[in-house]
């Protein structure tokens, strides 16, 4: 295995801020393929599932990036500005520094929030997109937070402008513009349009995002490169199987490198 190169970069944002970035690659250079990971929902760059990820990616020696979203671990911002279209603008910086890097060719493993994120970029720049793993995907990411509300809930969150969203793990203040923008990221869009290469893994014991969505967007599908597969213990996290999910994922995607 070549020596490789390690690297922390902060990139500028162009509506200000910046993006934390983590970039593991053969010492040579980035390369024309890379492995991008896409973390979820109040999670970070670095979390098990995408040290998982790179250790796979490395063993391979392929490069592999993470970055935090703005409003998550060191990147700039905050939770409150939290919308679909932030969350497609960020991964647009990353994409902009790779592809100046000489990357000519990108492989998305996107986790629940991540995974979301990772659908409409793949809808986005088809020409990019070699393939894709979406771990637990919550595909209506933001219909999803608002349709669990009540009625008085919803009008309060409209009022305000803003809402307390909490869970076991988080305890954030949430915008309401991320339920404002939700009409633009239709999920029947995503399904009649995609048109890359995708592997699914999903918990059946999943208690955040019911495994039953992931099976009802696959057969929505007319896209037929498209793989579903269910663990019957996993959970929402899937943690405990993270390493053999690593490496399934990256022999898929060298299915299609």
Request: proline share 4%.
């Amino acid at each position: 295995m070549q020596e490789r190169l390690e690297q922390s970069l902060q990139l500028p944002h162009p509506e200000g801020g910046f993006l934390q970035t983590t970039l593991s690659a053969p010492n040579g250079g980035i390369g024309s393929e890379v492995v991008l990971y896409v973390h979820g929902f109040g999670s970070v760059r670095n979390g098990h599932k995408a040290r998982a990820v790179k250790k796979a990616c490395t063993a391979r020696d392929w490069t592999f990036v993470a970055a935090d979203f703005r409003g998550h671990g060191r990147s700039s911002g905050t939770m409150l500005d939290l919308c679909g279209s932030g969350l497609q603008a960020d991964l647009d910086v990353v994409l902009a520094h790779l592809t100046s890097q000489g990357m000519r060719r990108l492989y998305l493993v996107g986790s629940s929030m991540g995974g979301w994120a990772s659908s409409w970029l793949s809808l986005r720049r088809p020409e990019l997109i070699g393939a894709c793993a979406l771990l637990a995907p919550s595909f209506d990411f933001a219909n999803g937070r608002w349709n669990e509300l009540s009625p008085d809930r919803q009008k309060e969150w409209q009022t305000n402008g803003k809402i307390r969203f909490r869970n076991r793990f988080l305890d954030v203040e949430l915008g309401y513009r991320l339920v404002d923008e939700r009409e633009r990221f239709p999920v029947e869009r995503l399904a009649q349009e995609w048109q890359a290469p995708a592997l699914i893994i999903h918990g059946m014991k999943d208690e955040i995002v019911p495994y039953q969505k992931s099976l009802a967007f696959v057969e929505q599908l007319q896209y037929d490169q498209v793989e579903l597969r269910l663990i019957k213990d996993g959970d929402h996290r899937l943690q405990k199987d993270r390493e053999r999910i690593a490496e399934e994922v990256c022999r898929f995607f060298a299915c299609w490198m």
